[in-house]
């Protein structure tokens, strides 16, 4: 198993750390990971992205330009990365400010309304964490238990005591992740 | 037990530098490379092992403060990023000069000038050919992962003790900024001895030294030159080293060093998915470079494309290895841009299996 994965949207949203959390889980799973940030001019305030790799065989290049997975939070990153999905992957998006609906035929989409499910939460900090869990419900590359496990090594021990809230907000993400477009 | 870790480059070679027994550390911040000096600052070793660590006021500063150090018999590192590095090269054309260790980490971005931030291969003639002036060589390693950033550390140390030369280690944008598994060793304790070449002061029972690196005489400064000579031979005859990857049948040959090696990795085995019969040489020393091995596929193979982010570089010491036995092209991304598997596997059907 290799899974390539772009995740994309507004410096805030979580994007990097959406990364981090999947690549620790993948470690604490026994698997090979790599994470490789945008750091250009484009963090400061514009969009962000980042590309994590998990895998059962060594990896080879750490930079991408097609990939299993896009997750993209907003509209200038949806325009950037729907067609770098490679053909017969999945593409899931954020509802909120999307102004158009993906073109792609070929790929697996969904979407996902985190944002106003981490409002719902009174808490929008935890909307990253709905997205994983939306994205693990339709691609289960990770035990559920070893998220919570990288969350554990992500996290400064002071936050630990919000895991559980975490917890929750993946359970959310896998109940309101929404199929838009399935090949089979 | 092995003590597993998910780490960014920069902080992993920083963590590294600590357990590595070494005594101080003077930087100055410039990106892609902020995050060494800013986890040590976090990390604040001195509490932990007495290691020194200081902003200078700039990068001509914190190399002379190397050097300083350096002169001590101290394990002392500086890094940088490519501007930053250019500023420092008068300072290591003199400890290299004055025969002193010291370990010089280089993040590469793209230039020339101020460039921008982005990863580049770029500064490999700075590194490999001189830089600073003078006939003089630094070792120079290239990290292909996260965990050889940690591990060039100890090894950069080790070496620039035995030979009393600097050490470089030519990582760049994506392999400091990257993040990935490594495995730490276990912290060395710094050594307190003083080596007998070190001016600590002259006590009784201890011979004067002095470290320079001037000689006005031509006579001694040649005797210094043919020393240096000398040094570089055995370095080169003990310390080359590089990977291979898939060349036992390999009838066409990429060479690609740092992040570029592992791109270029990639676009090997879409190669081989096409039925090519290609392989890769990695080289981990940049100076010394694995010459030897590259003759030798030099006279076996039908051609050689070098891979690296920049407009050609290590290209020429490919060519003068293979010494026009097969024909050897290079294939580059510049300015930040980075090579995609595909772009090179193009390139290679474009202008050696077709060419």
Not at chain 1, 51 to 56: G, H, L, N, V
Not at chain 2, 20 to 40: K, M, N
Not at chain 2, 99 to 123: W, Y
Not at chain 2, 268 to 282: F, I, P, Q, S, T
Request: proline share 5%.
């Amino acid at each position: 198993m290799t899974e390539e994965i772009i995740i994309a949207g507004f410096g805030g949203q979580g994007v990097l750390s959406m990364g981090q959390i999947l690549c620790y889980s993948g470690v604490m799973q026994g698997q090979e990971v790599s994470w490789m940030p945008s750091y250009g001019p484009e963090m400061r305030g514009g969009t962000a992205n980042c590309t994590a790799i998990i895998s059962d065989k060594e990896i080879s290049s750490p930079v991408l330009t097609q990939y299993d997975t896009a997750i993209v939070l907003n509209q200038p990153s949806m325009d950037k990365f729907e067609d770098a999905v490679k053909p017969g992957g999945l593409l899931i998006y954020e509802e909120n400010g999307m102004t158009r609906k993906p073109k792609r035929t070929d790929i697996n989409i969904c979407s996902i309304a985190a944002y106003d499910e981490s409002v719902r939460m009174n808490n929008t900090k935890v909307f990253n964490m709905i997205v994983i869990g939306g994205f693990l419900k339709v691609k289960p590359i990770i035990e559920l238990e070893n998220v919570i496990k990288g969350l554990q090594k992500v996290l400064p021990e002071r936050y630990h005591h919000l895991i559980p809230l975490n917890e929750e907000a993946i359970h959310k993400g896998m109940d309101i992740i929404k199929k838009e477009h399935s090949l089979n | 037990m092995k003590e597993l870790r998910l780490m960014k480059g920069n902080e992993a070679l920083a963590e590294a530098a600590i357990r590595a027994g070494a005594d101080a550390y003077f930087g100055y911040p410039i990106t892609p490379q902020s995050e060494v000096i800013e986890y040590l600052m976090r990390e604040n070793p001195v509490d932990r092992t007495g290691m020194q660590v200081l902003q200078a006021e700039s990068e001509v500063a914190a190399i002379n403060m190397v050097y300083g150090a350096a002169g001590c018999g101290k394990r002392a590192m500086t890094s940088s990023s490519s501007p930053g590095i250019s500023l420092k090269m008068e300072g290591i054309s003199y400890i290299a000069g004055a025969e002193l260790p010291c370990l010089i980490v280089n993040v590469v971005r793209a230039g020339p000038g101020l460039g921008t931030i982005q990863p580049s291969q770029s500064d490999y003639f700075q590194a490999v050919k001189g830089g600073g002036h003078g006939d003089y060589k630094m070792i120079v390693l290239a990290p292909a992962t996260v965990q050889e950033s940690v591990d060039y550390v100890k090894l950069g140390f080790d070496l620039a003790f035995k030979y009393r030369n600097p050490v470089m280690i030519l990582s760049d944008g994506i392999i400091g900024q990257m993040m990935e598994k490594v495995e730490l060793f276990e912290q060395m304790p710094r050594t307190t001895e003083e080596p007998e070449w070190a001016t600590v002061g002259k006590k009784p029972g201890r011979d004067s030294v002095i470290v320079t690196s001037l000689q006005l005489q031509s006579e001694e400064q040649e005797k210094v030159n043919l020393r240096l000579q000398a040094k570089y031979r055995v370095i080169e005859k003990n310390e080359v080293r590089y990977e291979t990857y898939m060349c036992d049948d390999a009838e066409y040959l990429f060479v690609a060093f740092g992040s570029c090696a592992r791109i270029t990795r990639k676009a090997m085995e879409l190669a081989r998915e096409k039925g090519y019969k290609v392989g890769l040489v990695r080289p981990q020393t940049l100076y010394p470079f694995p010459e030897k091995v590259i003759n030798e596929f030099g006279s076996r193979m039908k051609g050689i494309l070098t891979v690296e982010m920049n407009a050609g570089q290590m290209v020429e010491d490919v060519r003068l290895a293979v010494n026009g036995q097969c024909p050897v092209k290079h294939f580059g991304r510049f300015g930040g841009m980075i090579p995609s598997p595909d772009e090179i596997l193009n390139a290679l059907e474009q202008k050696i299996i077709g060419g």
